[in-house]
């Protein structure tokens, strides 16, 4: 019993890894830089979507994963930025996207103006890192307020990631955090991980991560 239940596994898995390498190769033969956000609830990463949306504004496009409600969908939409609401409530409210579901998503999208393509994922810091969606970059958002453990806790989500954004620095004075031990941590379970500090209230950080996305591209 066991055994099939492996195999089973590995059979979803690899449907999962074929589809997201024909994304992989599809979306950079057009030209678009695919990033996967990934993070816990509350991180940020809308609102880091909503400022990129200040340089790059009609040239962005977000999938948005939740498990219900369009509320992201709708925040990132008055921003200028075309949206895509994924909800896996109605099917078993599953706490991650996998590539079939980005697949089915990118064949309703206009793409054609579209230069970079956001995948807003589910929050959380386990499951996502386990599918792998098709993207270019992986990038894990950790907020100053989650404590300095997380990358030690949940290192999967570190390792399957090219870049980590450690947001909500304007928070810092306030707790008692050093964000030092924070990249320290990051550097434990994934030695060559970007990583970038951001404040969206403050704007300190977005000049680089703007400038990461078109190097990116």
């Known amino acids: 019993m066991d055994t099939k239940e492996i195999k089973v596994m590995k059979k979803i898995l690899n449907v999962n890894d074929r589809i997201a390498e024909e ?10 830089l695919f990033i996967n956000l990934m993070s816990s609830p509350g991180s940020g990463k809308t609102t880091i979507l909503e400022k ?24 990132v939409s008055r921003a200028g930025i075309q949206a895509y609401q994924i909800n896996t409530g109605p099917f078993g409210g599953d706490c991650h996207l996998e590539s079939g579901w980005i697949k089915s998503a990118i064949d309703e999208i206009d793409l054609s103006n579209i230069e970079i393509l956001f995948v807003e994922n589910i929050g959380n810091l386990v499951c996502p890192a386990e599918f792998d969606v098709g993207a270019h970059i ?23 990631s090219h870049l980590c954004i450690i947001s909500k620095t304007d928070l810092l004075p306030y707790l008692d955090i050093n964000i030092e031990n924070i990249k320290e941590n990051i550097r434990k379970v994934n030695p060559k991980m970007k990583i970038i500090e951001i404040s969206a209230k403050s704007g300190e950080g977005l000049n ?10």
């Open 23 to 32: 994304l992989r190769n599809e979306l950079k033969e057009k030209g678009i």
């Open 138 to 160: 992986n990038a894990v958002v950790l907020s100053v307020t989650e404590g300095e453990d997380k990358p030690l806790k949940y290192p999967l989500a570190f390792q399957n």
């Open 208 to 217: 680089d991560w703007k400038e990461y996305l078109h190097k990116s591209r």
């Open 52 to 75: 990129t949306a200040e340089k790059f504004g009609n040239k962005i496009c977000v999938i948005e994963g939740d498990i219900r409600t369009t509320l992201d969908a709708e925040r």
